[in-house]
């Protein structure tokens, strides 16, 4: 049973703000494949749930005027996997919204819902009064720490469970928000709040904001992108660790690009310093090899998750060889 | 919100087709889709897993597609198309599917039943012939306890075999092991 709440369906992006902005337990719902496990297990308060599914322009994937393209919040994730154009252009976030959860939750999870979800931390959904919920300390410290992070971790150490987030942010997106105070433009990078700047909180997003669309660029010349996902089950399942790639090439050899991990971090994680060891290079096995290490240079494992090192570092070197190869 | 007719204080009412026929339902707005087929319409062929969208047992065709109706708020369907597993019979004949399901023995306990059909049916809908592959994929959503799958994806090629006009039959391994 979820518990009482009052529902609205805004049918403009104006009456949604205004809703949320009246209404201190308000929270928008586009697919609901999230925010109902959080009503449900009671994760936080909610009093009225404000649907965006009967405001137009907010579904859908077109070009944009400068080569990009933009995808409406509302887009599922089962389209962004589907589409032709993404899958040409930006095959890196296609295989991550083509391998996240499982074909049911792709038809009714939105790829707004999807940056914007929250943790899945099991203390966090659970019923323990951790940090990120207002209490004094995080449970993963002591307790059951497997699928915590090894970076970024500050007093809360939960990793980002979006696939597409990744992506984004190494495809170098921009959000599209629209709130109280007019519109505005976030690059992916800096959408996400790490736990040393405010523990709780996942996103830059204000409780009457709404994100309307994602911005891709165009893709430059010689750009490729993938997204490797390591996952404990064949069948469907969260990262345990995995790598999104955008790398620009020149021949065979990298001129710019990014590199962002999934499951290590409370947010998307871009490795610099693996970044650093390709640069300039062409990706053959000592370079691979030599990236994996570095991105796990400052990696600090809880008392069950020093496994995700190993396994960083061989997603990561898969990843590369495999984007080199291609 | 479909408002026409007078509707119980407190309780949301919405217009549904189930299982082809348009149907009115009034409930209190925070129930799910999956409670409300249940206890609103009585039709209780859509199970109640782990609630959670984790097993796949609570799934039904909303416009064709498959979801998951524990995840999904009722009100959220408002004007759209719901099958659920009592529509996939005509009278009383069978769909392909539950025919090839309960020939092969496809089901044990039957609480996965009900999903596993419906996303069967959603995919040959759109593939007439998936390979092995594709039907692993497409079932991948759903959690069988009992069978171990293998009877589950055979039954799933023996009823697209028949769509197809085949005449095609269990295999004899299929139906008493390997002898
Ligand atoms: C069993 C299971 C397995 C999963 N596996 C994966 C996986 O492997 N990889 C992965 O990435 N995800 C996974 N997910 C999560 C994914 O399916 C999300 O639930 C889904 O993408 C959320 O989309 P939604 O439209 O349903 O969001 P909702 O549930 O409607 O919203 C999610 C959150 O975002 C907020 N929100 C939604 N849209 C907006 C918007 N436009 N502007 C501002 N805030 C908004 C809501 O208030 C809510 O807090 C899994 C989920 C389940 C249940
Ligand atoms: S009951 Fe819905 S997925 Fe298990
Ligand atoms: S037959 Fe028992 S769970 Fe599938």
């Not at chain 1, 099991?122 to 300390?137: A, E, I, S, V």
Request: charged share 20%.
């Amino acid at each position: 049973m979820l518990p009482k709440f009052s529902y609205v369906r805004a049918t403009s992006l104006d009456e949604a703000v205004r809703l949320l902005s009246s209404d201190d337990g308000a929270r928008v719902c586009a697919g609901g494949s999230d925010l109902l496990g959080c009503l449900r297990d009671q994760v936080f308060e909610c009093s009225r749930v404000v649907s965006l599914t009967g405001i137009d322009g907010l579904r859908g994937i077109a070009r944009t005027r400068d080569g990009g393209v933009r995808i409406g919040a509302l887009t599922t994730i089962a389209d962004v996997a589907a589409d032709p154009t993404i899958n040409q252009s930006y095959p890196g976030l296609a295989q991550a919204a083509g391998e996240l959860a499982s074909p049911q939750l792709r038809n009714q999870g939105t790829i707004g819902g999807n940056i914007c979800q929250k943790p899945r931390c099991w203390y966090y959904r659970g019923d323990f009064d951790c940090l990120r919920k207002g209490g004094t300390t995080c449970h993963a410290v002591a307790g059951e720490s497997e699928f915590h992070c090894i970076l970024g971790g500050a007093g809360c150490f939960v990793v980002h469970p979006s696939d597409t987030a990744p992506a984004l942010v190494a495809l170098q997106a921009t959000v599209r928000i629209a709130g109280r105070r007019g519109t505005r433009s976030v690059p992916m990078e800096e959408f996400y709040v790490l736990p040393n700047q405010d523990v709780r909180r996942e996103t830059v997003l204000e409780p009457h904001e709404i994100v309307t669309e994602i911005v891709l660029p165009r893709p430059a010349a010689g750009m490729r992108s993938s997204y490797h996902k390591v996952r404990a089950r064949g069948a469907w399942d969260f990262a345990l660790a995995g790598v999104a790639l955008a790398l620009q090439f020149s021949g065979n050899r990298v001129t710019a690009g990014r590199v962002v991990l999934s499951g290590a971090a409370p947010t998307p994680w871009r490795s610099r310093e693996a970044e650093e060891a390709i640069i300039g290079k062409q990706l053959d096995a000592a370079t691979a090899a030599a990236a994996g290490r570095a991105a796990m240079e400052d990696a600090v494992p809880l008392r069950r998750n020093g496994y995700k090192i190993p396994l960083f570092q061989g997603v990561i070197e898969e990843a590369l060889l495999a984007i080199g190869r291609a | 919100m479909a408002s026409r007719r007078r509707k119980p204080a407190g309780k949301a009412q919405i217009s549904l087709v189930v299982n082809g026929e348009p149907t009115e339902v009034a409930f209190s707005p925070h129930k799910t889709l999956l409670e409300v087929l249940r206890e609103d319409l009585g039709l209780t062929g859509t199970k109640h897993g782990c609630e959670l969208g984790e097993c796949g047992t609570c799934t039904v065709l909303l416009d064709g597609q498959p979801v998951l109706s524990c995840l999904a708020l009722a009100l959220a369907c408002d004007g759209k198309r719901v099958e659920t597993v009592e529509g996939m019979a005509r009278g009383a004949v069978l769909h392909p599917l539950q025919e090839t399901f309960a020939d092969l023995g496809a089901a044990q306990c039957g609480y996965c039943t009900p999903g596993f059909l419906l996303v069967a049916k959603a995919l040959l809908e759109e593939n007439p012939s998936p390979t092995r592959d594709q039907i692993k994929q497409a079932l991948a959503g759903n959690l069988c306890r009992c069978t171990g799958y293998l009877k589950i994806y055979e039954a799933v090629e023996l009823a697209a075999a028949r769509m197809q006009g085949e005449e095609a039959e269990a295999k004899e391994e299929t139906l008493y092991g390997r002898r």
